[in-house]
């Protein structure tokens, strides 16, 4: 079983930055995709950005040359640097797990708010 907890996020004015990171239980260097999705309010979970084990990236359109998704194997730990923040940022963000060994987990998420 993989636990997965969030930290990082808070209230911000647009155009500012926050760091979110997700703690992991397990090692993470070899599994397969761990990804930032978040949820506003009134709208479905949306996947943000996507980091595989060779360290490939991917992101959503909306926030691509804004976020950066990266991980640090060492301490099981995924990050999302979120930059040039937008008041539409607004969300609860989840770290995810998808592998085929592990299987599928969340964590319980944490909020960001962006002011404008």
């Known amino acids: 079983q993989v636990q997965l907890v969030e930290s990082g996020g808070g209230l911000v004015q647009a155009g500012g930055s926050l760091r979110l990171s997700c703690a992991a239980s397990v090692k993470i260097f070899n599994i397969n995709s761990m990804k930032w999705y978040r949820q506003a309010p009134g709208k479905e979970r949306e996947l943000v950005a996507t980091i595989t084990s060779g360290g490939s990236t991917y992101y959503a359109d909306s926030v691509k040359g804004r976020f950066t998704i990266s991980k640090d194997n060492a301490k099981n730990t995924v990050y999302l640097q979120m930059n040039s923040l937008k008041p539409e940022d607004t969300a609860v963000y989840y770290c995810?797990?998808?592998?085929?060994?592990?299987?599928?987990?969340w964590g319980k998420g944490t909020l960001v708010t962006v002011s404008s």
């Open positions: 995810n797990v998808d592998d085929i060994g592990w299987g599928n987990y």
